[in-house]
């Protein structure tokens, strides 16, 4: 009986994993697919003001990942009335790579500000 137990409870965490897999992959898509063309957009006017960088290097099939708050902000989770407490832990990032003749430029858009910062790699 207590295998059967182990058994029961074993396949319910894995049932709530895989529904928390698929609600974050889910979520992941529809951000990244909603603000692509603005992040696109932002990133490559930061980067040809930057360093001169062709808008054309940014394209449709940039790569763009997401990331759940900025790890570079140096504010720790109790400090939850710090006024970077959202930029860290809450607001969504997308880091888009964009590559030209012996350039490489990585961009941080930042999707709440509507704002993008482009960096040499």
């Not at 360093?51 to 759940?68: H, M, Q, R, Y």
Request: hydrophobic share 45%; aromatic share 8%; charged share 20%.
């Amino acid at each position: 009986m207590r295998i059967v137990a182990l058994l029961l409870a074993c396949l319910a965490v894995g049932k709530i994993a895989v529904i928390q897999w698929l609600y974050r992959s889910a979520s992941d898509e529809v951000i990244v697919s909603a603000y692509r063309p603005r992040a696109v957009d932002a990133c490559g006017r930061d980067a040809q003001r930057q360093f001169g960088l062709d808008v054309a290097a940014w394209s449709k099939d940039t790569p763009i990942t997401l990331e759940i708050g900025k790890s570079s902000s140096a504010v720790h989770i109790w400090q939850v009335n710090d006024p970077a407490w959202s930029e860290r832990y809450r607001n969504p990032y997308l880091h888009l790579t964009a590559q030209a003749t012996g350039l490489q430029v990585a961009c941080l858009y930042d999707v709440v500000s509507g704002t993008a910062s482009a960096r040499k790699i």
